[in-house]
């Protein structure tokens, strides 16, 4: 059932041309007008790389999403994709483009939540967290966001940090709490919290009894490690190196839970943020002695992420204030 909307709702169409008219190159002398339709096919196939792709995710047959491209290249007057072999590949145009049609769309999905009484028209945000700050926090920065009105719908994706930031690149995302360095000079990134990366062994391993100079204690170990991309194995492998040299990893995991479990249940050892295991309920134990050099080489921030042109709708907005008021209130 289509919800009811008010006279404001009704004049959607002619403010999304307002703002076409204001946000789009002079010199793509399209005609026609948009349609919302058309506007999602594009900023779908742009990010899946398929008619085909796209024609699922909206559910949708190919010919419609065809269509829908055929028809918003006629309006804007400019090819948007060339094709190569069986993908898409967007053209200039369409990248520029691409944000400011998914403003378009965050403007009409914000518009529609706002006059509409039931949460299940507002469109959710999309919000990526690594796979530390994901189980960490953000459950507490969900539920004081819903405390506020209207609530937030959400949808949640855990990924190491490098994947995080290829989809807050690719506009898949509206915001991303990760982890390690942020190198890419073309993402907003906003300090957040501090965090401290342990070296962690089951709490009955004899490592717990060595004493002396950390290589010396550490020597002859093996290691399960995080996967490459994740920002706490990037945050490892450069701090330990002038310590111990490359470390002799036997697992590689891209999933916590296991990882400790393993820790708990063979001699291998591991690097972990503090904030990622419960000494009494996990069965481990941090490896202490291991030096002032290291455990600051081991200290390291969580950033918030966006891309500079993806439009950030109220929603976004206070999710993030809920996540710096955390960090205010861990600062205090």
């Known amino acids: 059932m289509q919800p009811t909307y008010t006279a404001e709702a009704e004049s959607y169409r002619e403010k999304v041309q307002a703002f076409l008219a204001e946000k789009l190159p002079a010199d793509w002398a399209g005609t026609g007008s948009l349609e919302g339709d058309e506007l999602e096919a594009f900023t779908t196939v742009i990010r899946l790389g398929s008619v085909s792709a796209a024609a699922v995710r909206l559910s949708r047959t190919q010919s419609a999403v065809s269509m829908a491209i055929q028809d918003l290249e006629t309006v804007l007057g400019t090819a948007l994709f060339a094709r190569r072999g069986r993908r898409l590949v967007a053209t200039e145009a369409a990248e520029r483009l691409l944000p400011r049609a998914l403003e378009m769309i965050d403007r009409s999905h ?7 009484a039931s949460e299940d028209h ?15 926090l953000m459950p507490e920065i ?25 989809m807050v690149r690719s506009f898949d995302l509206d915001v991303a709490f990760v982890e390690g360095d942020v190198t890419d000079t073309g993402l907003e990134c906003e300090p957040w919290l501090h965090d401290r990366l342990c070296l962690v062994a089951r709490n009955d391993h004899p490592v ?22 994740s920002g706490t194995r990037e945050i490892f492998m450069r701090a330990i190196q002038p310590a111990l040299g490359a470390p002799d990893i036997a697992v590689e995991v891209d999933e916590p839970e296991t990882q400790k479990r393993i820790v708990r249940e ?9 904030r990622g295991f419960d000494a009494d309920a996990d069965g481990l134990a941090e490896i202490g002695g291991t030096g002032r050099d290291l455990r600051q080489a081991l ?27 955390l960090a205010v209130a861990a600062s205090n």
Not at 130 to 136: D, E, H, I, L, Q
Not at 266 to 274: E, P, Q, V
Not at 312 to 325: F, G, I, K, M, Y
């Open 266 to 274: 063979t001699d291998l050892i591991t690097c972990m943020s503090a």
């Open 142 to 166: 969900i539920k004081a966001a819903r405390q506020t009105t209207p609530a937030p719908r959400v949808t949640l994706t855990i990924r190491n940090s490098e994947a995080l930031l290829a």
């Open 208 to 229: 717990h009894g060595r004493s002396g100079p950390v290589a010396r204690r550490l020597a002859g170990l093996q290691w399960v490690l995080r996967e490459r991309g």
């Open 110 to 116: 914000e518009i529609e939540g706002m006059l509409s």
């Open 122 to 136: 507002r469109h959710p945000i999309a919000i990526g967290a690594s796979r530390t700050v994901g189980p960490a």
């Open 299 to 325: 200290t390291r921030r969580f950033w918030i992420v966006r891309h500079p042109q993806r439009y950030r709708r109220e929603a976004v907005r206070r999710v993030t204030d809920r996540a710096l008021a």
